[in-house]
């Protein structure tokens, strides 16, 4: 099998803990307004690379990964799910941390699709998941689809007692309301397999890559969020757990 991978970061130090390989998938259903990777929304431009292949590149220098390990991205991850489970059974078999970012978007409980997943959760240490907003229709006009399937898929990791990292972008006016921020917090008040949240300013450092793509940049000019407004709306969402 073989899997489309839009770029590899040998030396990644923010995808997952430690140092780790992270390999950014292809594809991604959503439209985030604040996405950073529009490069990676479909599938074509990329390489095609087989799990072997990738675990060999990593193995190569094995030394740089000894506190982290391999972290899927992208992109999103799951709309290759066999392949993305491939790739991780394979790093388990050379005892080697995964961790996969994802934002869930695609989780849906058909037995079929549980089954696939269970065997990708099987070989997954951390689920670094993305809540992109807590109300269904707000989450629509910043993704381009509700997060049903999210939340269901975050309730799914909890019941299969996955360790997860909930990672929320605070974009000034979208997400960086108190009571969408109160409502992240109650909703992950009773997950014990949550290891850490993060809230992550917004930035604009993707800009230049629409401007490439020739893609009208959607947040316009919408200012950047300072680390102090991030750390903020963190403490808004853990008053709330
Ligand atoms: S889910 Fe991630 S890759 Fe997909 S559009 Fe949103 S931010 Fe971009």
Redesign the pocket.
Known sequence: MTGQIHSIETFGTVDGPGVRFVVFFEG?P???LY?H??D??VPGAGETHTASALIARMLRNRSFYSTGGITAT???PLMQLDFLTELFELAKANGINTCLDT?G?TFHDDPQYLARIDRLLAVTDLVML?IKHMDEESHRAL?GHGNKHILAFAKYLREKKVKMRVRHVIVPGYTDGREELAALGRFLKDFDNLEKIEALPYHTLGKAKYENLGIPYPLGDTPQLTAKDAEAALAVIKENM
């Open positions: 991604c959503m439209r985030c996405c990777n529009p990676t929304w992208g992109g999103e934002s978007a993305d993704t």
